[in-house]
């Protein structure tokens, strides 16, 4: 059986070019770059090439390139830096979509005593931008919104969001969990409203484990992790030399692949969509009237159940996902479906194919073929599904 591999937004395959560039650093070349002789200093030469690949793909400076673990530290480094940083200050303001590394450390953060902001999104996932501005005032912190929604792939106008946030706010800094974002559509700090920045190794062909937080320079900061001296005293902990150097030639790849992301893979999205349309009646896409990030398509069919869908698709070795990997398990419909507010007979038959460049139209002619019939059958089974048959 041949693995079609659509889960992308979930984790990706890590690049061969990726990994050889790592393998050298696990054996042979294992200096602590803190190390003060030639041994570790030649790893350290490598994380310095590896922090230049990272910003020029961000079109930022390496000297704000912070190495983290992974996008969900990234995210709590950013909330919880600007909480300290304004002690005085009691309001956040995120959005009902985010990824819930976001959304879950906000939540926790109203039950000590945090006055938190969920800005709602309309039935196609966007935001209402006159709500922000109604939202921050002298007593906001930080505002963070997410630039691409890992189930939809909606985009939010990052740029306007910071806007808002830079003229209405006294101070107030402006975070995106970019973890979707990045490797996918164009982005420029060094023209951005955006102050802080969270990404992800493993969303763009690199290994789990390793993230970034970008700072713009100037911004205050006090860091998350503390100890030793590492990253400039942004961020202790050892580095992870093999994970950092990994990163910076995936960058560097999703550099020369962007076009590629637009335009092969959003024409197979773009197809995989319009063919599933056409051939499965009731069924709609959930962010189809929004801007999109190039790879994803959440579409929900009515009257069955995702989760069996799934589980049908994979015995004919698809691979998909009914929405973030993070809250997989849960028998509720997905929080960023309910704030879109879908139907529940929509919502529940909600599943997400997430592409890559490594996908082909042969995988794409596979998911239009094996899908229909797996709709059909679910749906003779359901007393919901047999009665709309019968119509």
């Known amino acids: 059986?041949?693995?079609?591999?659509?889960?992308?937004?979930?984790?990706?395959?890590?690049?061969?070019?990726?990994?050889?560039?790592?393998?050298?650093?696990?054996?042979?070349?294992?200096?602590?770059p803190s190390s003060m002789h030639f041994f570790g200093g030649q790893v350290q030469k490598k994380i310095d090439e590896a922090r230049n690949r990272v910003a020029a793909l961000l079109g930022a400076s390496p000297d704000e390139i912070v190495f983290t673990a992974c996008g969900t530290e990234?995210?709590?480094?950013?909330?919880?830096?600007?909480?300290?940083?304004?002690?005085?200050?009691?309001?956040?303001?995120?959005?009902?979509?985010?990824?819930?590394?976001?959304?879950t450390l906000c939540r926790n953060l109203s039950k000590r005593g945090y006055r938190v902001t969920e800005l709602n999104v309309d039935g196609e996932g966007r935001l209402d931008l006159d709500e922000l501005r109604r939202a921050v005032d002298e007593d906001t912190a930080i505002v963070s919104a997410m630039w691409a929604n890992n189930e939809t792939g909606v985009v939010f106008p990052i740029e306007e969001l910071g806007a808002i946030v830079k003229e209405k706010g006294k101070g107030t800094l402006f975070h995106t969990d970019a973890v979707q974002?990045?490797?996918?559509?164009?982005?420029?700090?060094?023209?951005?409203?955006?102050?802080?920045?969270s990404l992800s190794g493993h969303k763009l062909h690199a290994p789990k484990g390793i993230g970034v937080l970008y700072l713009r320079k100037g911004v205050p900061f006090r860091p998350f992790l503390v100890g030793g001296h590492q990253e400039k005293n942004r961020r202790a902990g050892t580095e992870n030399t093999v994970g950092i150097i990994a990163l910076g030639k995936a960058c560097e790849l999703a550099a020369r692949h962007m076009e590629d992301e637009n335009t092969r893979v959003k024409a197979m999205r773009d197809r995989l969509q319009q063919e599933l349309l056409a051939r499965i009646p009731h069924a709609r896409i959930n962010g189809g009237a929004a801007e999109r990030l190039p790879n994803t398509l959440s579409i929900a069919f009515e009257y069955v159940e995702g989760e069996a869908i799934l589980m049908l698709l994979s015995e004919k070795g698809i691979c998909a996902s009914s929405g973030s990997a993070c809250t997989s398990g849960s028998l509720e419909p997905s929080h960023v479906l309910r704030a879109m507010g879908v139907p529940f007979t929509c919502a529940h038959g909600s599943i997400r194919f997430s592409l890559s460049r490594f996908n082909t139209d042969q995988d794409v002619d596979a998911v239009i073929r094996e899908l229909p019939p797996i709709i059909q059958r679910l749906r003779e089974m359901s007393p919901f599904g047999r009665e709309f048959l019968n119509r």
């Open 1 to 32: 059986m041949n693995e079609i591999y659509m889960d992308n937004n979930a984790t990706t395959k890590v690049d061969e070019a990726v990994f050889e560039e790592m393998r050298p650093y696990f054996c042979g070349l294992y200096g602590n």
């Open 74 to 103: 990234s995210d709590n480094a950013a909330v919880r830096s600007a909480l300290e940083i304004f002690p005085d200050r009691r309001h956040v303001i995120t959005t009902r979509v985010e990824h819930p590394a976001v959304l």
């Open 181 to 197: 974002a990045v490797g996918k559509i164009p982005l420029n700090m060094a023209t951005s409203t955006v102050d802080m920045l």
